[in-house]
C-alpha cells in the first residue's frame, strides 16, 4: 500500500454522487492526508494544489470505489461449478462439500484472490457474508488491511446442523456452537474496532432453518449492545416464504420483525418475491437490502423486485455473492445485469436507468453498510476512488458517463483505485500484494479442496 501526503487525479469527468449528483467534466479531485480536500475544474485545482503525485486521468471517468454487499469470498476456489444447478443442488452438492474442505489457508488463499478481483475491477468495500470459525477471521483481516481494501467481515452464528429451506443437513465440519460464535465475534470487535481500521465485524447468522426463533432474537440483543450490523440471507429463494408460513407461522420479513431484527444495523441479501407489505417493513424499520441480480438469474431462483422497494424508500445496494455460481466478483457485471432484468421484467425500458444502478454501487451500498465516510467524492469524506479508461473501442463515444459505465464497461477497464488516500492500483498495476503468488496460491487451494471433497471440474 503506497500512501501519499496528497494526490491530485486528474482530467476525466467526475461523478461525484453526492447529493446534487454533480458531473464535473475535465475535473479533477485533490486528495491530502486519506480524504478529499478539494473537488472541481483540473484547471482551477493545478493552479491552487501541489500534489505530491499527480493522476492524469484524461478520458476517464472518475467516481467512488464500488461497495459490493454481499460477498462469499471462499467460492473463488469454486468457481462455476455450480453452473446449471438449482439453488438446493448447488449447496447441497458443491458449496457445502467444498466448504468443509476448506481450512484455514484455504480460506486465506481463497480471500486474497477474491479481493484482487475486486481490487483490480473497482470494489474498493465489501461485506463478507459470512465465515466459519475454522477459516481464520484473524489471518483473512490481516490481509485486508495489506491489500489496503475496506472489508466487513461476518461472523456465522448457528445452533442447528439443519440448513435454509429445509434442503438437507449442513455437513458436521460446517456446524459450529452458538455461544462459541458469541466469544469470538466479541474478541474480534475488540481487535478490530479500532478508529482507524479498514476492517468491521458483523455477526451472520445462517438462514432460517439453521437458527433458532432464540438465537435470532440473542442475535438481535447481541448487535444493538455491541453497536455492531447484521447481515443474513433471507428469501433466498421465492420457496423461503411457503417454507417459513409452514415452520414459523409467519412470512420471513415478519419473522425477522418479531425476533428483532429489522432495523438499521441490519442488510439482508436476495428478497426474492418481497412484496408491498415487506418493503413497507423494510422501508420503517430503516433495514437494508442487498440485491444480488446475476445470482438469482443463473440459479433461477426468483426476483427482487428493487424499483419497487427503492419507490417504498428501502436503502438497496449491489452484491456479486459466489462465484461458485455468479462466476466472478466484478460489479460491472452486476450493474448491467441489474438494469437489464428489471427493464425485461417490467417491459419497460425507463426502469432502473443507467443512473440509479450506479447509485445502488455506490451511495446506496455505502449507506446499506453504515459507512458515511465513503460512497461519494465530497470534501471530507474518504478519498475511496476510481478511475475508469473511458477511450476502449468498447466504450467509444461516451456521450453518457454512466451509461458507458453501467452498460459498456468492465472491470478490466479500471486503471486506478485509492483508498483512503492510498493508491492501491496503479495504470492497472497492483501495488499491494504479489500478484503471482496470489494466483498460484489460490490455484494450489482450489486443486486441494477438490481433492478432499471428491469434487472435480467438468
Not at 42 to 58: M, W
Not at 193 to 221: D, H, K, M, Q
Not at 242 to 260: D, I, N, R, S
Not at 288 to 304: D, N
Amino acid at each position: 500500500m503506497i500512501g501519499m501526503r496528497s494526490i491530485l487525479v486528474t482530467g476525466g469527468t467526475v461523478i461525484t454522487m453526492d447529493a446534487r449528483r454533480r458531473l464535473i467534466p475535465n475535473g479533477a479531485v485533490y486528495i491530502e492526508d486519506g480524504v478529499v480536500a478539494d473537488v472541481g475544474r483540473a484547471a482551477a485545482l493545478k493552479k491552487s494544489r501541489g500534489p505530491d503525485v499527480e493522476i492524469r486521468a484524461t478520458d476517464h471517468a472518475i467516481l467512488p470505489g464500488f461497495v459490493d454487499s454481499h460477498v462469499h469470498m471462499t467460492h473463488s476456489l469454486i468457481r462455476g461449478l455450480c453452473h446449471g444447478l438449482t439453488l438446493k443442488d448447488c449447496l447441497t452438492g458443491i458449496i457445502w462439500p467444498a466448504q468443509a474442505a476448506i481450512g484455514g489457508d484455504e480460506a486465506l488463499a481463497a480471500s486474497e484472490l477474491c479481493m484482487l478481483e475486486m481490487l483490480t475491477s473497482g470494489t474498493t468495500t465489501f461485506v463478507e457474508a459470512g465465515l466459519h470459525t475454522r477459516f481464520g477471521l484473524d489471518r483473512i483481516a490481516e490481509s485486508v488491511q495489506r491489500i489496503g481494501l475496506r472489508g466487513v467481515l461476518s461472523k456465522t452464528i448457528m445452533d442447528s446442523p439443519a440448513s435454509s429451506t429445509n434442503v438437507g443437513a449442513l455437513d458436521p465440519a460446517m456446524v459450529e456452537d452458538a455461544e462459541e460464535c458469541f466469544r469470538e465475534t466479541s474478541s474480534l470487535l475488540k481487535k478490530w474496532s479500532a478508529p482507524g481500521s479498514r476492517v468491521g465485524i458483523w455477526l451472520a447468522p445462517r438462514a432460517l432453518g439453521a437458527v433458532s426463533r432464540e438465537l435470532f432474537r440473542e442475535v438481535a440483543c447481541f448487535s444493538k449492545e455491541k453497536g455492531t450490523g447484521i447481515t443474513m440471507h433471507l428469501m433466498e429463494s421465492e420457496a423461503d416464504v411457503g417454507f417459513t408460513k409452514k415452520f414459523y407461522g409467519a412470512t420471513p420479513v415478519q419473522f425477522a420483525k418479531e425476533a428483532g431484527l429489522l432495523g438499521p444495523r441490519t442488510l439482508l441479501a436476495h428478497m426474492l418475491g418481497s412484496d408491498e407489505r415487506d418493503a413497507a417493513a423494510l422501508s420503517a424499520s430503516g433495514t437494508s437490502v442487498a440485491h444480488c441480480p446475476s445470482s438469482s438469474m443463473t440459479l433461477a431462483s426468483g426476483y427482487c423486485p428493487v424499483p419497487m422497494l427503492l419507490r417504498a424508500g428501502v436503502k438497496v445496494s449491489l452484491g456479486c455473492d459466489g462465484a461458485s455460481h455468479n462466476f466472478s466478483y466484478d460489479m460491472f457485471n452486476e450493474m448491467r445485469l441489474a438494469s437489464i432484468l428489471h427493464k425485461a421484467r417490467q417491459l419497460d425500458p425507463t426502469a432502473l436507468p443507467a443512473a440509479s444502478v450506479l447509485e445502488l454501487a455506490t451511495t446506496g451500498g455505502a449507506e446499506a453498510v453504515g459507512l458515511r465516510c465513503t460512497g461519494s467524492i465530497e470534501v471530507g469524506k474518504a478519498a475511496d476512488i476510481i478511475t475508469v479508461d473511458l477511450k476502449r473501442s468498447h466504450t467509444t463515444p461516451a456521450p453518457d458517463a454512466a451509461s458507458a459505465l453501467v452498460y459498456s464497461s468492465t472491470g478490466s477497464d479500471v486503471d486506478n483505485v485509492i483508498v483512503g488516500g492510498s493508491l492501491l492500483l496503479e495504470g492497472g498495476r497492483v501495488l499491494t500484494c504479489d500478484v503471482g503468488r496470489v494466483l498460484r496460491a489460490g490455484s494450489d487451494a482450489a486443486a486441494r479442496v477438490l481433492e478432499r471433497s471428491g469434487l472435480r471440474r467438468a
